[in-house]
């Protein structure tokens, strides 16, 4: 069955980086593009940013770009978020979102938490 776990999560300073992971199985994962999104303490979940199947084509939501990419190694069938100058307003739940077969998956989350 198709699975997505995220990990890489944590808490770190304003200003600091992090790497998000998403593994992905029980589908073919080179065609499939994917998503992270957030969802921070009483707020909708929001998409942050979109990488194609091929990895050709990003989108990134305003708030995040510049310091944020999405990458993907189709080899190793995982996505990554690497996120630099993190905001305090980027503490959220961060997961990983695969639509297969036109049906939305998603990770379990990963917390990421900026704070002093």
């Known amino acids: 069955q198709v699975q997505l776990v995220e990990s890489g999560g944590g808490l770190v300073q304003p200003g600091g980086s992090l790497r998000l992971s998403c593994e992905a199985s029980?589908?073919?994962?080179?065609?499939?593009?994917m998503s992270w999104y957030r969802q921070a303490p009483g707020k909708e979940r929001e998409l942050v940013a979109s990488i194609t199947n091929a990895g050709r084509r990003t989108v990134y939501a305003d708030s995040v770009k510049g310091r944020f990419t999405i990458s993907r190694d189709n080899a190793k069938k995982t996505v990554y978020l690497q996120m630099n100058t993190l905001k305090p307003e980027d503490t959220a739940v961060y997961y990983c979102k695969a639509v297969v077969w036109n049906y939305e998956y998603w990770g379990q989350g990963t917390q990421v938490t900026v704070s002093s």
């Open positions: 029980g589908f073919t994962f080179s065609n499939v593009a």
